[in-house]
T-cell receptor, first 116, second 111 residues
């Protein structure tokens, strides 16, 4: 158990809908990362937040957005869902801060999203 | 854009054999990470390599880093079935920012 929690574990929805995935980082970790894993695209970085602020953006669609709240939990919002959005969505956290020389990320169990 | 390539993509090996997975990356970095993923599960951190020549070992797995060659290896010694999983390497070039993951190597150890 990495200490990172994600809810829900499974989500089944229809095309055109909107869903919210939730992530709670490990205690003390300030950074949260979101990843999408699908068979055809592999593991893709979406977005990173550090202490409430967006820090890096990867291959995140405009239909997707995220935020990190003052208590450091994060939510990933996926809207106008398409069949191709079906994937495993992982959240990871790390302690990265001033003086940190490396960035070991700890992954949550993931949310499996199925769009029908 | 940083590219991280692993080979082989698929590896089937018999129990008791040795093999090496390779991870090449396209730009300078002295931080490389190895992860393991079981089917349908999350990623588990295996090794953190932080300098040229770094070597770490855990059980039947040993990871090394050659920053000059931009190459990391994950060596499997006397494979057992429990090692069957997908192994990912990842590189970060600015501490605290995104990882660049390799394509993954799917390892199957046959009894």
């Amino acid at each position: 158990d990495s200490g990172v929690t994600q809810t829900p574990k499974h989500l089944i929805t229809a095309t055109g809908q909107r869903v919210t995935l939730r992530c709670s980082p490990r205690s003390g970790d300030l950074s949260v990362y979101w990843y999408q894993q699908s068979l055809d695209q592999g593991l893709q970085f979406l977005i990173q937040y550090y202490n409430g602020e967006e820090r890096a953006k990867g291959n995140i669609l405009e239909r997707f957005s995220a935020q990190q709240f003052p208590d450091l939990h994060s939510e990933l919002n996926l809207s106008s869902l398409e069949l191709g959005d079906s994937a495993l969505y992982f959240c990871a956290s790390s302690v990265v801060g001033i003086g940190q020389t490396y960035n070991e990320q700890f992954f949550g169990p993931g949310t499996r999203l199925t769009v029908l | 854009e940083l590219k991280v390539e692993q080979n082989p993509l698929f590896l089937s090996m018999q129990e008791g054999k040795n093999y090496t997975i390779y991870c090449n990356y396209s730009t300078t970095s002295d931080r490389l990470y190895w992860y393991r993923q079981d089917p349908g599960k999350s990623l588990e951190s295996l090794f953190v390599l932080l300098s040229n020549g770094a070597v770490k070992q855990e059980g039947r797995l040993m990871a090394s880093l050659d920053t000059k060659a931009r190459l990391s290896t994950l060596h499997i010694t006397a494979a057992v079935h429990d090692l069957s999983a997908t192994y990912f390497c990842a590189v970060d070039i600015n501490t605290g920012n995104q990882f660049y993951f390799g394509t993954g190597t799917s390892l199957t150890v046959i009894p």
